[in-house]
């Protein structure tokens, strides 16, 4: 069974571009969580989708990032404008149930550097 | 609101040696606690979780944590670390009511030695 996929693995860009992230989450997994890492802090969560819609977005840092997940598949998350504090790494993470106690299963993450 | 520490940023042992990793949070309401492993250029992996029951939990390569809820603790420990076990270890909490966020502490760097 293939796990959590992320596309692209690394992205450079400059400050005011945009960049559009892509999680595939496992295959039948309805829920779909989007963590960030910043510059060796801690991991913070950022949205959580069940299906298309969004559970919980309490962590999206602004406006400048939207997150999609058309179909209740593949999600994408779009930084528009990039700006330099985005720089990081963001995860994707998925698992079949929305329980506080079930496991999330992590993709390897994109590098986002933004110059 | 919940949060998670870390104490170490970074744990340097020599093989074979015991290592314990520290984590401590804070919350006001019932957490879920857990430990995540990231080797290199990898995903994040569960370790090992505790939910209720048994404050002792393990894992299968003999990692074992406990809850300590009077200190607030879920330290990790390994009597014997190999090399294999070089990789960034994350303490996490999800709670009740908080869906199924996690909250991360920032990580702790183990690198063993030979």
């Known amino acids: 069974e293939a796990g959590v996929t992320q596309f692209p693995s690394h992205s450079v860009i400059e400050k005011g571009q945009t960049v559009t992230l892509r999680c595939d989450p496992i295959?039948?997994?309805?829920?779909l969580y989007w963590y960030r890492r910043v510059m060796g802090k801690e991991i913070k969560f950022l949205l959580h989708?069940?299906?298309?819609?969004?559970?919980?977005e309490s962590g999206m840092p602004n406006n400048r990032f939207l997150a999609e997940r058309t179909g209740g598949t593949y999600s994408t998350l779009k930084v528009q404008p990039a700006e330099l504090e985005d720089s990081g790494v963001y995860f994707c993470a998925s698992s079949q149930a929305g329980t506080y106690y079930d496991e999330q299963f992590f993709g390897p993450g994109t590098r986002l550097t933004v110059l | 609101a919940q949060s998670v520490t870390q104490l170490d940023s970074q744990v340097p042992v020599f093989e074979e040696a015991p290592v314990e990793l520290r984590c401590n949070y804070s919350s006001s309401v019932s957490v879920y606690l857990f430990w995540y492993v990231q080797y290199p250029n990898q995903g994040l992996q569960l370790l090992l979780k505790y939910l209720s029951g048994s404050t002792l939990v393990k894992s299968i390569n003999g990692f074992e944590a406990e809850f300590n809820k009077s200190q607030t603790s879920f330290h990790l420990r390994k009597p014997s670390v190999h090399i294999s076990d070089t990789a960034e270890y994350f303490c996490a909490v999800s709670f009740s009511g908080g869906y199924n966020k996690l909250i991360f502490g920032a990580g702790t760097r183990l690198a063993v030695h030979p």
């Open positions: 989708f069940v299906k298309e819609s969004k559970q919980d």
């Open positions: 295959s039948g997994h309805d829920n």
